[in-house]
Structures are given as structure tokens and as C-alpha cells.
């Protein structure tokens, strides 16, 4: 029996309102906040941290699925994604890197950070040299990669379908989600702003530390200073999701994780540093300037109570504190004369910044035989000891307990 017209319009116009799918407004506020989440698992399980740095191994059922998934929500191809990636790893904070907001611009980066990745997409010798190991079966060459677009389309005709007109605007989120997240917040503010746990010789930084929002990628610096590591999070207190996930997966043996964090093992303190200790040094070298960078901090502290109390000027102090720590290169020539003034009216803090870039040279010095270093570093702990700073001495006594 057929409808009459005015049926038939009734009909349409509670779709366009409703859809299929007659739900309350925060509902698709959720489904549209756990789809978007599922992408970004997809980029930083699948594409990140399987693909990209191989810290890890996927299963079939796992793999298959968010490949399927990244089609649906974004029309990424696996190769491109990966090579741009790798590029940015190997080039990072140069002109060759592909989105550094370093030489781009953090406006560039952070606003137009999509029209950066597409461009380098095209460039064939980067997919060439940095795309290899990425999946090339019949479903990869076929769909997911030459018909890219058509996913996102699918994805727009069934947001329609279950939502209606407001199906539209569910799907300018999802499609948006990661050029705004990945392309822009990760690449442009994950190297400007935020915190650094570790020196890593680039300007990465971790966002937060509570990786929620965008997989885990949030805390970046860890990342960069650690990229195989399947596991992003290092301190106590950050979080990363996307390695709750990678557990869950791992218990049920849909993954192997190849990489985590090191982390320095301490024993009983020898007498004197020996290539062991050394070995150590080498290997937990991070982590092991972190600790160093916490009893500068501590120091300078003491310094600022210090002076504090003898009611002198802490302005300079104050202005070079978060410079004390740091590598000379990363140190901006802005703040180079506090740092040079700081250090010249405190002593104890100066011979901390150059025993500092003592130790730094340990492993950064390669006309140095293995035996030399050794005892390179046994003068180190030696001078440490007998300087009368308790953050050096401490510091000493703690390196000597490591071994690899």
C-alpha cells in the first residue's frame, strides 16, 4: 500500500530530524566521543607504535580491524602515514623534517598541519626511502589505498543514515578529529610547549601526563626519547591509555611488545665506577641526566632560600633556574646572560652545570676507548665526591650502585 505524499514528507522530515537511529542529544555526543576515540587508538596502536617504530607486534583480528577502521575515519594510507612519520624521526627539528613548528612555524604547524602532511605524501622518494615493512596485500593495494576516499564517504552516508541532518556534523568531528589532534596539537604544540622529563636532543615535549585524550601521544618527550618503546608513559604519575589497551591485547595474545622504557637497576655501591657502571651510564644515560637535572633543581633551590635569606637579589637566579639543566644548544641566547650571571655568582651551581657537561661527554666522546672512559668516569665520581655539594655526592654514590 502506498503512502500518501504528506505521509511520505512527514516520513522524510522525521528522518532529516531523527535519523534511524532516535537517540538523545548527549548520546551522539557519546557515540561520537567513542568513535573519535577509536581512531586515534588505530593511529597510536596500529599506525604509531606497531607500524612506524615496530616497538610492538599486532595479531590478525587487531590489525585488520583498525586498518578497516582508519579507512572508515580518516582515508589514511598505511605507507604514507608511516613514511611521513619515520621522516620526521630521522630529520626532526630540521629544514627536511616534514611538520616541525621549529622551522615551519608553530602557527604553520598547528593550523595547517593536514596541508603539510598531504604534501609530503606526494613527495615519492620519502615514501621510497621511509614507507618499507608496511602492510601490501591484495586489500591495501585494491581498497584501503586506491579507493581512500570512498571510506570517508561511507562513513558520511551511514552518519546520516543512523542521525540524520545532524549526521553531518558527527562527521565533520570524526573527519577532523586527527588533522587537529595528530597533525596539529602533536606535531605542532608536542614540540613548543609543555614539560620535559628527558634532554632528548630535540624540542619534543610532553603535553600532559595524563595521555587520555589523544592515545598517549600526549606525553611526547617521553616518546621521542624513547621511540621503540611500545610504553610512552615513564613516571609514576603520567598515564597512557593507548598502553592499557596494548596490555589488554597483550594478556589475550592479540600483541607482543617488543620495547618498554629502560630503567636503570641498582645494586650494592662498589668502591670505585668500572666499565660496568659505565655500560650503565651509556644505556640509562636519560634517565640518568633526569635524576642528575632534579639535584640542580634541588640546589638551586637551596640557593634561592639562600639568598632569600640574606635579602639579596634573586632576580637573576630566578630568571636561569630552568636553563641549569639543560644542554648549551637548547639554551636560548635570550637567556644566555642570567645563565652566565647566575653561575658566576654561585659556585656550587656552576661546578654543577660543569660536571654536568663532563658526564654528558661520557658517551658523546667516540676517540675514547671503552678503558679510558672508565676511568674517565672513576675521576668523575672522584671529583664529585670530594667537592662538598651533597646533590653531587649523592648522585655519585647512586651511579656507582648502577649496572646494565
Known amino acids: ?182 597533525a596539529g596539537i602533536i606535531n605542532g604544540i608536542g614540540h613548543y610547549w609543555g614539560y620535559r622529563n628527558f634532554e632528548a636532543p630535540d624540542a619534543s615535549t610532553n603535553i600532559s601526563p595524563w595521555g587520555v585524550i589523544i592515545g598517549g601521544e600526549e606525553l611526547h618527550n617521553n616518546h621521542h626519547t624513547y621511540p621503540t618503546s611500545a610504553k610512552f608513559s615513564v613516571k609514576k604519575y603520567e598515564f597512557d591509555i593507548g598502553w592499557v589497551y596494548i596490555s589488554l591485547m597483550q594478556k589475550i595474545g592479540w600483541a607482543k611488545v617488543k620495547k618498554v622504557p629502560p630503567k636503570m637497576r641498582l645494586g650494592a655501591i662498589k668502591p670505585v665506577a668500572d666499565e660496568k657502571t659505565l655500560e650503565a651510564l651509556i644505556a640509562n644515560r636519560y634517565e640518568v641526566m633526569a635524576g642528575y637535572a632534579r639535584g640542580v633543581r634541588q640546589t638551586c633551590k637551596q640557593e634561592l632560600e639562600l639568598l632569600k635569606a640574606k635579602q639579596g637579589d634573586l632576580s637573576a637566579l630566578q630568571s636561569a633556574k630552568r636553563w641549569m639543566h639543560r644542554d648549551d644548544d637548547k639554551v636560548p641566547a635570550m637567556a644566555r646572560p642570567q645563565l652566565a650571571q647566575a653561575r658566576a655568582a654561585h659556585p656550587v651551581l656552576d661546578k654543577m652545570v660543569t660536571m654536568r657537561e663532563e658526564l654528558r661527554q661520557m658517551w658523546l666522546n667516540t676517540s675514547h676507548s671503552r678503558e679510558q672512559l672508565a676511568a674517565d668516569l672513576q675521576a668523575w665520581c672522584h671529583r664529585a665526591e670530594e667537592s662538598g655539594i651533597a646533590q653531587l655526592q649523592q648522585f655519585s654514590r647512586k651511579l656507582r650502585a648502577a649496572h646494565s
Open 1 to 182: 500500500m502506498l503512502l500518501p505524499d504528506w505521509a511520505v514528507l512527514n516520513a522524510a522530515i522525521d528522518w532529516l530530524g531523527h535519523g534511524l537511529w532516535n537517540i538523545a542529544w548527549w548520546q551522539i555526543v557519546l557515540y561520537t566521543l567513542v568513535t573519535t576515540h577509536v581512531t586515534i587508538a588505530a593511529v597510536t596502536i596500529f599506525l604509531h607504535r606497531t607500524q612506524a617504530h615496530r616497538a610492538m607486534d599486532l595479531g590478525p583480528i587487531p590489525s585488520h580491524f583498525f586498518r578497516f577502521w582508519l579507512w572508515l575515519g580518516t582515508g589514511m594510507v598505511t605507507k604514507e602515514w608511516v613514511a611521513i612519520h619515520r621522516k620526521h624521526h630521522a630529520k626532526c627539528e630540521t629544514e627536511e623534517d616534514p611538520h616541525s613548528p621549529q622551522t615551519r612555524g608553530i602557527d604553520t604547524v598547528l593550523w595547517r598541519g593536514s596541508e603539510l602532511y598531504r604534501a609530503e605524501a606526494k613527495n615519492q622518494d620519502t615514501l621510497a626511502k621511509f614507507g618499507h615493512g608496511t602492510p601490501d596485500d591484495w586489500m591495501e593495494r585494491n581498497v584501503y589505498t586506491r579507493y581512500g576516499w570512498q571510506g570517508v564517504g561511507l562513513t558520511l552516508i551511514l552518519d546520516l543514515a543512523l542521525f540524520g541532518a545532524v549526521g553531518a556534523a558527527v562527521w565533520a568531528v570524526q573527519m577532523l578529529w586527527i588533522p587537529i589532534t595528530a
